[in-house]
């Protein structure tokens, strides 16, 4: 059986703004790659091959950074959304694509440890109307909440609910046989304005369609806010291997897994891992401090930085103190007077900030 994916990278961002007023929330980089570029390899290690992918006003830049999908060994269709109406919206709209097959549907700004060879394989084995995949959260009320019976079975479905009945959140990934357009068809907006996939799959469940699930003790986030992007970024550089291709004097200290990338720079500079210096990037008399992403053509000198993310081409010159900051493209972070020692920024692309040391 032929198993498609739906990848949905056509909202707007709003929880990380400024970022994404010229930015696609999804091209926004943890370990200096995309999050949704994640997302890819792992459909495309499952084992599927052809996607649809749903953009918006930022369709542009996502064709741009995804081409045809052949760097990811996909195939890669594009189908716009005029607004962004729902996750069901985007099924509906995918209709005529996705045709006879089963599919995997995928929130493009999404980030799952681990994969999802497991779910696909469990899916096209038992072939369910519909599988989702759940995890305990502290606050249910930002997702969408799934209720369990004793055995474990879903007997309902409800998007951000104002009192919810569990603390098991929808991650986002969910699987359906083509049975699920019969209830998209059945829908009505929700008060949010929206079509939500949680009402299609509880139309299901009514229905008595078999709807599976499973619990992932795995690491999940939604990498909708600033926070959540942060926390990705220092798990993504807990993985990797260290690896210097670009030239660290003999005055610098790396220090556990740091990768400098190629044409990369590292001059009287003390780096403690895990961290990445991008392609292009030069550090010069700085700190860089464990969970950082400097990413390609970006300066830093005289400055202290640590468990943030910096976007290609800014540079930060004569800082004393940078933590848990998203930084945008081309950014300037400067000195000014009489400002705290340690600084918290969200700067979006082109800004210019003066701060004192």
């Given at each position: 059986?032929?198993?498609?994916?739906?990848?949905?990278?056509?909202?707007?961002?709003?929880?990380?703004?400024?970022?994404?007023?010229?930015?696609?929330?999804?091209?926004?980089?943890?370990?200096?790659?995309?999050?949704?570029?994640?997302?890819?390899?792992?459909?495309?290690?499952?084992?599927?091959?052809?996607?649809?992918?749903?953009?918006?006003?930022?369709?542009?830049?996502?064709?741009?950074?995804?081409?045809?999908?052949?760097?990811?060994?996909?195939?890669?269709?594009?189908?716009?959304?005029?607004?962004?109406?729902?996750?069901?919206?985007?099924?509906?709209?995918?209709?005529?694509?996705?045709?006879?097959?089963?599919?995997?549907?995928?929130?493009?700004?999404?980030?799952?440890?681990?994969?999802?060879?497991?779910?696909?394989?469990?899916?096209?084995?038992?072939?369910?109307?519909?599988?989702?995949?759940?995890?305990?959260?502290?606050?249910?009320?930002?997702?969408?909440?799934?209720?369990?019976?004793?055995?474990?079975?879903?007997?309902?479905?409800?998007?951000?609910?104002?009192?919810?009945?569990?603390?098991?959140?929808?991650?986002?990934?969910?699987?359906?046989?083509?049975?699920?357009?019969?209830?998209?068809?059945?829908?009505?907006?929700?008060?949010?304005?929206?079509?939500?996939?949680?009402?299609?799959?509880?139309?299901?469940?009514?229905?008595?369609?078999?709807?599976?699930?499973?619990?992932?003790?795995?690491?999940?986030?939604?990498?909708?806010?600033?926070?959540?992007?942060?926390?990705?970024?220092?798990?993504?550089?807990?993985?990797?291997?260290?690896?210097?291709?670009?030239?660290?004097?003999?005055?610098?200290?790396?220090?556990?897994?740091?990768?400098?990338?190629?044409?990369?720079?590292?001059?009287?500079?003390?780096?403690?891992?895990?961290?990445?210096?991008?392609?292009?990037?030069?550090?010069?008399?700085?700190?860089?401090?464990?969970?950082?992403s400097i990413a390609a053509g970006c300066?830093?000198?005289?400055?202290?930085?640590?468990?943030?993310?910096?976007?290609?081409?800014?540079?930060?010159?004569?800082?004393?103190?940078?933590?848990?900051?998203?930084?945008?493209?081309?950014?300037?972070?400067?000195?000014?007077?009489?400002?705290?020692?340690?600084?918290?920024?969200?700067l979006g692309d082109h800004s210019k900030?003066?701060?004192?040391?």
């Amino acid at each position: 059986m032929n198993v498609k994916a739906l990848v949905l990278a056509g909202g707007s961002g709003t929880r990380l703004r400024p970022i994404t007023h010229t930015s696609a929330k999804q091209l926004v980089p943890v370990a200096n790659k995309p999050v949704l570029f994640y997302g890819l390899e792992a459909i495309a290690a499952a084992g599927i091959r052809e996607i649809g992918m749903v953009v918006g006003d930022t369709h542009a830049e996502i064709e741009a950074a995804v081409g045809d999908g052949s760097a990811f060994g996909l195939q890669v269709t594009y189908l716009r959304q005029e607004a962004p109406l729902g996750l069901a919206h985007a099924v509906l709209i995918a209709r005529d694509y996705l045709g006879a097959d089963d599919f995997v549907m995928y929130l493009g700004d999404n980030f799952i440890v681990g994969g999802i060879n497991g779910i696909v394989e469990r899916f096209t084995r038992d072939r369910p109307s519909a599988q989702i995949m759940l995890t305990r959260v502290g606050d249910p009320r930002q997702f969408g909440v799934a209720e369990l019976d004793a055995a474990g079975r879903v007997i309902g479905l409800e998007e951000k609910p104002r009192e919810p009945k569990s603390d098991l959140a929808l991650v986002g990934v969910y699987l359906f046989t083509p049975e699920v357009h019969e209830a998209v068809a059945e829908l009505k907006p929700s008060w949010r304005g929206e079509l939500e996939i949680t009402d299609a799959i509880q139309w299901l469940i009514e229905q008595g369609r078999p709807v599976e699930s499973s619990v992932i003790s795995g690491y999940w986030k939604d990498t909708g806010n600033v926070t959540d992007m942060l926390e990705v970024n220092r798990l993504v550089l807990e993985s990797m291997e260290a690896r210097t291709d670009g030239a660290v004097d003999g005055v610098s200290e790396l220090i556990g897994r740091v990768v400098v990338e190629p044409g990369a720079v590292v001059e009287r500079s003390r780096i403690v891992g895990p961290a990445i210096i991008g392609a292009g990037a030069r550090v010069l008399d700085s700190y860089v401090g464990p969970f950082t992403s400097i990413a390609a053509g970006c300066t830093i000198s005289g400055s202290e930085i640590e468990y943030s993310i910096v976007l290609p081409r800014s540079s930060i010159a004569g800082v004393s103190r940078i933590e848990s900051s998203l930084i945008g493209h081309d950014v300037e972070v400067t000195p000014a007077p009489n400002t705290p020692r340690a600084h918290r920024l969200v700067l979006g692309d082109h800004s210019k900030v003066q701060i004192s040391s």
